[in-house]
């Protein structure tokens, strides 16, 4: 990917421009991504949900002027629905205008059906096929897909390319930029890793979270991106975690920040924590866990290391 190496000589390079539109990534996560797009390779993602995969394809497409296809997985996902399938309709309205041919000429019609006309592209074959500067394919949540499925992708993401029996082995025509996620539901298949860079995507530290705040809520004062970045981090670490099924993501932190500036607040104290604890976590249980001593254990200042 040539056009790649020109914008991001560098891990440096990279890093910076994935700041520029708002994604702020730690070195890890720039070397998985730089060596993704050199070696032309998909690049699997897993993380805990609101860690930030889904936003950095959207940024890297962003970057790279690609085209964002995505394909959201779920439990039941046909091939059909994620490689290709036939206009059924109008090729039956063919058949029927070619009615009354002579014998000969049956095989000829039956082959018209399957040309290219009559093919209705999804996700992954748009991204075999589409012209330069091509696209970046977001397979998301790949592990809420089945084992079939899986499989089913081991063609595409080894080779960038896929087999329409009817039409024959279609290759890319610029190879796709490929980021799957996966919020680890369930194990993935090796030969799905095995073809793939992998980087375990976790929650940010606090600096870097208090970072893409400011990006993302630039209305939000200092003082207050501050405020929501610490009880975030907080609220992440024990002994504040183990009260809860699911601590908040990073658009969790983003969601309550302009929560936050759209009610005029000012200094986060535990009341203001209760009304809107709705938008930090996303089960009862979580909701009812965020009590208000809690809350206000949470905002008391820490002492500085000795």
Not at 89 to 114: D, F, K, P, T
Not at 232 to 254: H, I, K, N
């Amino acid at each position: 990917m040539a056009e790649s190496m020109t914008l991001f000589p560098d891990i440096d390079a990279l890093s910076q421009a994935l700041e520029s539109v708002g994604y702020y990534a730690e070195r890890r996560l720039c070397t998985a991504v730089f060596l993704a797009l050199k070696l032309e390779r998909p690049l699997l993602l897993e993380g805990e949900p609101g860690a930030g995969k889904t936003e950095l394809a959207k940024a890297l497409a962003l970057l790279l002027g690609r085209q964002l296809l995505r394909l959201q997985c779920y439990d039941g996902l046909e091939q059909r629905e994620a490689l290709y399938e036939w206009n059924y309709a109008a090729q039956l309205l063919h058949m029927r205008a070619a009615q009354g041919v002579a014998s000969n000429e049956i095989e000829r019609v039956e082959r018209e059906v399957y040309q290219d006309r009559y093919l209705i592209r999804r996700p992954l074959l748009q991204a075999l096929q589409t012209p330069a500067p091509g696209a970046l394919l977001l397979i998301d949540e790949v592990d809420r897909a089945d084992e079939p499925f899986e499989a089913f992708l081991l063609e595409y993401l080894g080779e960038y390319q896929v087999s329409i029996p009817e039409i024959g082995t279609i290759r890319s025509v610029v190879k796709p930029v490929t980021v799957l996620t996966s919020n680890r539901t369930r194990e993935l298949n090796d030969a799905v890793k095995r073809r793939c860079l992998y980087h375990w995507l976790d929650y940010p530290e606090r600096e870097r979270e208090l970072a893409i705040v400011r990006a993302q809520v630039p209305e939000a004062s200092a003082s207050l991106s501050a405020q929501v970045a610490t009880v975030v981090s907080r609220l992440r670490s024990r002994p504040f975690a183990d009260a809860f099924q699911r601590v908040p993501g990073v658009a969790e932190s983003v969601e309550w920040a302009r929560a936050l500036v759209a009610l005029d607040t000012l200094n986060i104290d535990p009341e203001v924590m209760a009304d809107t604890a709705g938008i930090l976590f996303k089960q009862r249980e979580d909701v009812a866990a965020l009590t208000r001593d809690m809350s206000a254990e949470l905002l008391k200042p820490q002492e500085a290391p000795a």
